[in-house]
């Protein structure tokens, strides 16, 4: 057990620094905040927290907007203070990953001010300019994942510039070295300075088709989706030659020791694994968000696992992520009694687990009221459902009427349920999803079983998925009933001593006996001992 690197025994927590605690009264939140709060991350037990961008930032996209790699955008705070966010983590034992955002930078990034400011710039290569087509119109029919057109018209300098995201965002052109120089060079600043790795934004998204070829209709679009899946972005993502890039990112995080190189990638399985690469010499952890994408089914998640676990290369360490800052919660998508049978799935299965802060106290999406609205998406596409305001409402420490995440306004609203569900008042009961969180963390982190053991499906029918996770002849059984069906059974795996229960969602059958059969609970989740 020993040899295994953190991030494969460990559990990374991310925080969305903007509303996970304020410190100085702007209701945004902050490093200062941060460290205020730093005892909280050991208390839960998770072993690395991964920051969204706290680079300095216009906010056009919440810091997915990057003005300056090398710096800390003020309302988070100072380099001084993330010197210090990075010590105090450090002295508690905890690692720190940051976001990389290669794919594009702000507009009013000085690379892409120096790029717009003429054709004869030595930067303007380094974003991706195209003439207009005959018509006057974009080059092609690439859509920007925000909302219309990915091309955006310069009238100085008569071309367009491409942005997959925001206009505010535009891409820049990895397929020129010197770019690939510069965020290699910003990525050395910030290893330099003891961060652990980097979770790479939309690591899928770096080179586009050279030919420039447009994107093909997509059959399956009924309306009901985002506009940029009318097309199939086969020719503006997942090009054979990104995982070069990738492969240099990896080279570059190899040349210090004991750092991480996680992806963001939405791709279906098969392709995704392509991003751990040849010879795994490509991210450590290509993000898998299938438990988020999938119908919330015994059979479906079964399915789903067992397809990741075949699809995986050779020696490639598998991950899961139960929610983020792109998605609905957990809790709302499944309801409060589902979302605890999640966090038993998420903190047992094979993998490295990724937590989204506050699914541990069972937030969720908080309804934002029109006038309210911050994301550029919802801003574009309004009234869709694509908003991302709801899931990153403030994090909720006590009952106080701001929840002790600011004395000042909320950048977002509060959630409505606050005084009851919050870190303080679920930390003193004992029955509470918090209470389930840490003891799901700690028996995973005193199980090699279930931290690094193989996987084995046992059963998936009638509303019940099963598993077993076996390590050194240590056995663990998982049995999780995604129904409110009574009296699921699952005939346990032959062995000579009976199981013992280790943890119920429901809190209540620790140290229980099993022998022959186990029988679930609706919304029932059960660890079982299988070896004393
Ligand atoms: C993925 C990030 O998670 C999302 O929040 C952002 O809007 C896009 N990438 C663009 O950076
Ligand atoms: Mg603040």
Not at 75 to 86: A, H, I, K, Q, R
Not at 114 to 121: I, M, P, Y
Not at 374 to 397: A, I, L, S, Y
Request: glycine share 10%; aromatic share 12%.
């Amino acid at each position: 057990m020993g040899h295994a690197p953190w991030w494969q025994r460990g559990i990374v927590y991310q925080v969305y620094p903007r509303s996970f605690q304020d410190s100085d009264v702007d209701g945004v939140g902050d490093l200062k905040g941060i460290l205020r709060r730093v005892d909280y991350f050991g208390w839960l037990g998770v072993d690395a927290v991964w920051l969204s961008p706290i680079y300095p930032s216009p906010m056009a996209d919440f810091g997915y907007d990057v003005a300056d790699y090398r710096g800390i955008e003020p309302v988070f705070g100072t380099l001084d203070d993330f010197s210090e966010l990075v010590a105090a983590l450090h002295g508690r034992g905890l690692k720190l990953i940051l976001d990389l955002v290669p794919n594009h930078t702000s507009d009013r990034h000085p690379w892409f001010v120096a790029s717009r400011s003429g054709w004869s710039d030595p930067k303007r290569d380094w974003y991706i300019w195209r003439d207009a087509a005959p018509d006057g119109g974009p080059p092609n029919n690439w859509l920007s994942t925000f909302g219309g057109s990915a091309w955006e018209w310069d009238a100085a300098t008569g071309q367009y510039y491409y942005h997959a995201f925001a206009r505010e965002q535009p891409d820049l052109n990895w397929r020129n070295p010197a770019v690939r120089r510069a965020v290699y060079d910003a990525m050395r600043f910030w290893l330099d300075r003891g961060v652990d790795g980097f979770r790479v934004d939309v690591m899928w998204h770096l080179l586009k088709d050279p030919a420039w070829r447009d994107n093909p209709p997509n059959p399956a679009y009924d309306g009901s989706q985002p506009e940029f899946q009318r097309l199939l972005e086969v020719n503006t993502t997942d090009q054979p030659d990104v995982h070069e890039i990738v492969a240099e990112m990896r080279a570059l995080i190899d040349e210090y020791d004991d750092r991480v190189l996680i992806g963001e990638i939405y791709l279906p399985i098969e392709r995704l694994v392509a991003y751990y690469g040849r010879d795994l010499a490509g991210a450590h952890l290509p993000f898998n968000f299938q438990l988020i994408l999938t119908a919330w089914d015994a059979g479906r998640i079964a399915g789903l696992v067992e397809r990741y676990e075949a699809a995986l290369p050779a020696g490639a360490w598998p991950n899961w992520v139960l929610g983020n800052h792109d998605k609905p919660r957990i809790a709302s998508r499944v309801g409060p009694a589902q979302a605890r049978v999640a966090a038993m799935l998420l903190l047992t299965l094979r993998g490295t687990p990724t937590l989204y802060y506050g699914d541990e106290i069972g937030m969720r999406d908080v309804p934002i009221p029109p006038g309210m609205v911050h994301d550029p998406w919802e801003k574009n596409e309004p009234g869709m459902g694509f908003g991302r305001d709801p899931q990153r409402t403030p994090m909720q420490w006590d009952a106080s009427a701001l929840a002790g995440f600011t004395t000042g306004t909320p950048w977002l609203p509060l959630a409505d349920d606050r005084a009851a569900c919050n870190v303080e008042v679920l930390s003193n009961d004992a029955g509470s999803i918090l209470a389930l969180y840490r003891q799901l963390i700690e028996l995973r982190r005193t199980s090699p079983a279930l931290s690094l053991g193989t996987y084995r499906t046992v059963a998936a029918e009638g509303g019940v998925f099963a598993y077993e996770r076996r390590y050194d002849g240590a056995s663990m059984l998982v049995a999780l009933n995604f129904g409110d069906q009574p009296d699921r059974r699952i005939e346990l795996p032959p062995g000579d001593r009976p199981g013992r229960v280790l943890a119920s969602t429901h809190g209540d059958r620790q140290g229980e006996t099993v022998a022959g059969a186990l029988t679930l609970r609706p919304d029932e989740g059960v660890i079982v001992s299988l070896t004393g």
